[in-house]
């Protein structure tokens, strides 16, 4: 029976062979080993677009629905299902669109659509139990619906492990860091050749654990420094029915533009009459017309996909500017590292109260040979540093950022009993 890893992400999914070898699951476009984690359903066509087909025909028309970023909504209560031009369709549904494309992709190469799949997920979906349950049950459900037959899950970070664990040519015990979209795992693991052919690895688990920190927290105070000034943040306006009564803008709305997959909740019809509002009576004219375009043209995305620019430059230089241009909004913004990195101190401080409560747990952590990062921010020079201060530069290793994880599912589908 075939069978693969497939890493489901909140941004970008991969999917790879049982020899690790990571599969080009859209040869067409730049990073043919990413597929991105987003649906599209244009007003004017029955189909649904996914992957880069989805932000390439969201690009050209965005009269539609473009959905991102569901799988952060997987531990949620709240989010049970959505209405799309007219039906329903339950966040397993929508899960499993992606993950029925992502599993056509890799039949392509594999000859036949994969039967059998380990199947990642976050060392904590989130720290209630209950929810956390709920959302790996949801994301087994989805796996089923796109098809497959036989599922299993491993940790994320594990998986990371086994994909740095295949060029130890001694054991080691390692520290592994993912640092993904919406969530960071870190694990604490036995490695080496006198390991690697185990089909139980769970005995070489010392201790694991997470945080809800990733690379859309990091755009986010960019966004909450950098820009939301740019969108009215700091005005006022006057009610409707009081001549001399003024408001700022809600808290609600500001806090909805730090998140790109949650800005499209906001276009509803409350919201737009607020928005009207605003731009009538608006002190900053300017900017309530920006965060109008931004919200009701559907611009989210974009305004995201330049931020995240921005953030990518910082890691190579110390100054960057972060441009976009649409519609009425036009953002020229310089920023420098040192701003960004002041600007992400509560989050860095997050991530190291989160290392060292796992490092305080076990005392054998005393001895770690390696600290393994991976994921987007671990290329954040600061996420390093947090690392190398506390265990030498010597001891702080990196691979492929984007496809660790799934090159160790991949690994671990080797083994897959069914």
């Keep these: 029976m075939r069978a693969c890893g497939l890493d489901f992400g909140t941004s970008n999914t991969a999917a790879a062979l049982p020899d690790g070898t990571v599969l080009p699951l859209q040869p067409h476009t730049q990073e043919p080993r990413l597929f991105r984690s987003v649906l599209f359903f244009p007003d004017d066509e029955p189909e649904i677009f996914a992957g ?15 959905i991102q970023s569901v799988k952060s909504f997987l531990h949620s209560r709240g989010f049970r299902a959505t209405q799309v031009k007219g039906r329903t369709y339950t966040i397993e549904e929508l899960v499993a669109i992606l993950l029925r494309r992502v599993r056509d992709a ?7 659509a994969p039967e059998a799949v380990i199947l990642g997920r976050p060392a904590v979906f989130t720290p209630d139990p ?26 994320e970070p594990i998986a990371a492990a086994l994909a740095y664990e295949a060029q130890l040519k001694r054991d080691e015990l ?30 070489d688990v ?49 806090a909805k533009l730090l998140s790109w997959h949650e800005m499209s909740f906001i276009r509803e019809k409350s919201t737009q009459e607020l928005l009207e509002t605003m731009l009538d009576t608006s002190d900053r004219k300017a900017e ?33 500017t972060l441009d976009f241009e649409e519609a009425r ?21 997050e991530l190291e109260q989160c290392t060292e409560g796992l490092l305080a747990r076990h005392p054998e952590a005393e001895h770690i040979d390696a600290v393994f990062l991976t994921g987007g921010s671990s290329q954040i020079p600061a996420v390093r540093q947090l690392y ?11 691979a492929d950022a984007f496809t660790s994880v799934a090159e160790g599912l991949g690994r671990a589908s080797a083994h897959l009993k069914v």
């Design 388 to 398: 190398v201060r506390r265990f030498g530069e010597e001891r702080v290793r990196t």
């Design 329 to 349: 909004i036009s953002l020229h913004e310089p920023i420098t590292r040192a701003e960004f990195e002041e600007f992400s101190k509560p989050l860095l401080d």
């Design 130 to 155: 209950e929810a956390d349950a709920l959302a790996q049950q949801r994301l087994l459900r989805a796996a089923e619906i796109a098809g497959f037959k036989h599922v299993q899950f491993l940790i």
């Design 106 to 112: 890799a039949g392509a190469h594999m000859g036949e």
């Design 174 to 203: 390692v520290l592994v860091a993912d640092f993904g979209a919406g969530t960071t795992d870190l694990t604490l693991m036995r490695l080496g050749p006198s390991r690697r052919e185990k089909q139980d690895r769970r005995e």
């Design 206 to 254: 010392v201790g694991s654990t997470g945080v809800r920190i990733g690379g859309d927290r990091f755009d986010a105070e960019i966004m909450r420094h950098k820009l939301l000034p740019r969108f009215g943040a700091g005005s006022t306006y006057r009610v409707r029915g009081f001549s001399d009564k003024r408001l700022p803008i809600p808290q609600h709305v500001l």
């Design 52 to 66: 880069a087909d989805a932000i390439q025909r969201y690009l050209e028309d965005n009269t539609g629905r473009f």
């Design 288 to 320: 309530i017309q920006a965060l109008y375009d931004l919200v009701m043209d559907n611009l989210g995305y974009r305004l995201f996909r330049a931020i995240e620019a921005a953030k990518v430059q910082l890691s190579k230089v110390e100054q960057t």
